[in-house]
C-alpha cells in the first residue's frame, strides 16, 4: 500500500497504470474489511492487527500508522498527482476514512499533520517543475479540511508556497 502509489506513477502506459490503479483500490477494500473484523464490539473499526488473547492492551501498530500516513497521502497528494483521482478515501472508503478519524483522535497526532507541506512535496518537486507544471501548491481540499477538522487551517500558508 505504501509503495504502490510509487510503481503505478512510474508506468509507461495507461493501459499498465489503469490496472495498477483498479488493483490499489482493491487493495484498500481488503483494508476496509480487515479493520472492520478486527473491530471491537460496537466499533465500525479496529485496527490492522487483531489483538491477542493475552494481552488487554489493543491499540493502533506501527503498520496502523503507516497505512494512516498513506491514506492521508492518497487524498492530499497522490490522488491527483499520481493519476489515482478515481477514488479518495473521504468519499469512496468509509471505513478507511472511520479509521483516520480514530487516529487523529490520538493526542498529538493530528497536530502533526501539515497538509500544505505534503502537498508541496509532490506538487514542488523537481520532475513537476521541470516539467512546466508551475511552482504551485493546491490549496487544501475544503471537503478534506472539514472531514479531518482542519477548517481553520484550509488556507494556511505552507512554508514552501514561495518557493
Same mark, same amino acid.
Given at each position: ?16 497504470? #489503469? ?48 497505512? @494512516? ?17 478515481? =477514488? ?11 479509521? =483516520? ?26 520532475? @513537476? ?14 471537503? @478534506? ?10 488556507? #494556511? ?7
Amino acid at each position: 500500500i505504501t509503495q504502490k502509489p510509487y510503481q503505478i506513477f512510474f508506468t509507461k502506459n495507461g493501459k499498465e497504470h #489503469d490496472a495498477l490503479v483498479e488493483d490499489y483500490y482493491q487493495e484498500l477494500n481488503k483494508l476496509q474489511t480487515r479493520i472492520q473484523e478486527h473491530a471491537p464490539y460496537g466499533e465500525m473499526v479496529g485496527w490492522l492487527l487483531a489483538p491477542e488473547e493475552s494481552s488487554s492492551f489493543y491499540g493502533p501498530s506501527f503498520a496502523d500508522i503507516m497505512l @494512516w500516513i498513506t491514506l492521508v497521502r492518497i487524498d492530499l497528494g497522490y490522488q491527483w498527482r499520481f493519476g489515482m483521482g478515481k =477514488c479518495s478515501v473521504r468519499e469512496d472508503f468509509p471505513l478507511l476514512q472511520t479509521f =483516520c478519524d480514530k487516529l487523529m483522535q490520538i493526542e498529538g497526532l493530528k497536530e502533526s499533520v501539515l497538509p500544505r507541506d505534503i502537498m508541496a512535496g509532490y506538487f514542488m518537486s523537481r520532475i @513537476w517543475t521541470d516539467q512546466g507544471n508551475g511552482r504551485n501548491v493546491p490549496l487544501l481540499p475544503n471537503h @478534506w479540511a472539514v472531514k479531518n477538522g482542519f477548517e481553520n487551517r484550509a488556507s #494556511d500558508a505552507s512554508p514552501f508556497a514561495s518557493l
